[in-house]
Nanobody, 125 residues
Framework: QLQLVESGGGLVQPGGSLRLSCTAS????????IGWFRQAPAEEREALAC????????LYGGSMQGRFTVSRDNAKSAVYLQINNLTPEDTAIYYC??????????????????WGRGTQVTVSS
């Protein structure tokens, strides 16, 4: 059982930046593909980014380009999502999810077998 934990969320002013982290209870994160998603109140879960175990990256949605960066540090068994120039529309719960068994990124939630509980990001002045 892979247990994921997101951290780094919080309250930030518009225009600010955050780096979200995804870690695992076991030191196995380097062997899996990690996706980042978010879900705002009354909205569907939205795919943001993905990084394969070999470092291949995908960003989903035009709004992510230029503001979102996904990276990983396998030595620390951690995956990061850097978000710059935050706007109130970025307010949501942010989740990381793991796909075990392949090095393929997909934007569908069903592709990922394990999920963290999420970290709240609130963008407000």
């Amino acid at each position: 059982q892979l247990q994921l934990v997101e951290s780094g969320g919080g309250l930030v002013q518009p225009g600010g930046s955050l780096r979200l982290s995804c870690t695992a209870s076991q030191s196995t994160l380097g062997a899996v593909t990690i996706g980042w998603f978010r879900q705002a109140p009354a909205e569907e879960r939205e795919a943001l980014a993905c990084i394969t175990r070999s470092g291949g990256r995908v960003l989903y949605g035009g709004s992510m380009q230029g503001r979102f960066t996904v990276s990983r540090d396998n030595a620390k068994s951690a995956v990061y999502l850097q978000i710059n120039n935050l706007t109130p529309e970025d307010t949501a719960i942010y989740y990381c999810a793991a796909h075990v068994g392949g090095s393929v990124c997909r934007g569908e939630s069903s592709h990922y077998q394990y999920w963290g509980r999420g970290t709240q990001v609130t963008v407000s002045s």
